[in-house]
């Protein structure tokens, strides 16, 4: 029930992957974040007015949250939940940006030359395009100018990003 509202074609979104819990990328790479239901309520409250947050649960966590977590997402009218096995390319090539505290979905997104805001600190978050936020405010100018760099087109360079791959392997 909670994963029915539908994404058209359309739809301008950014996403917020769920992050399993408890873990190290949010009780220590992102502690000041580490409240994922305040923390989605207040990027929905951030984006501009004709987009909308996908919320994408985390597979490990599947019977874990408490109906009432997605129950308050649910009747939020700029958030559309995704169940655990939702296809991530197809989410990830549609989006406008992905928002998380440090997940694979954020290096998933920087492969496919997608913005990234991370609340936390990962192997990739030195990339020069990837936005890392320390407060509310800087969230606040980082989903701003990932929602205007999706109309410029690319956002990272690839020559740097295949240098940084070869570096960190």
């Known amino acids: 029930f909670w994963f029915t509202k539908t994404i058209n074609s359309t739809d301008k979104y950014f996403i917020y992957p769920l992050h399993y819990e408890p873990e190290a990328s949010t009780l220590v790479r992102a502690f000041h974040f580490s409240d ?25 966590n599947k019977g874990y949250r408490k109906t009432e977590f997605y129950r308050e997402l649910f009747y939020m009218p700029n958030i559309v939940l995704r169940p655990p096995e939702y296809d991530v390319s197809k989410l990830i090539n549609n989006s406008m940006c992905v928002i998380t505290l440090t997940g694979r979905m954020g290096w998933e ?61």
């Open 36 to 60: 994922q239901l305040a923390l989605i309520k207040l990027i929905a409250k951030l984006l501009p007015i004709d987009s909308i947050l996908v919320v994408k649960e985390h597979s490990g």
């Open 109 to 169: 997104a920087i492969v496919n030359n997608k913005p990234v805001i991370t609340l936390g600190r990962s192997f990739w978050s030195s990339i020069d395009s990837v936005y890392c936020v320390q407060s509310w405010k800087e969230l606040s100018s980082a989903i701003m100018a990932c929602y205007n760099k999706k109309e410029q087109g690319a956002t990272h360079n690839k020559d740097n990003l295949v240098k940084f791959t070869a570096a960190y392997m």
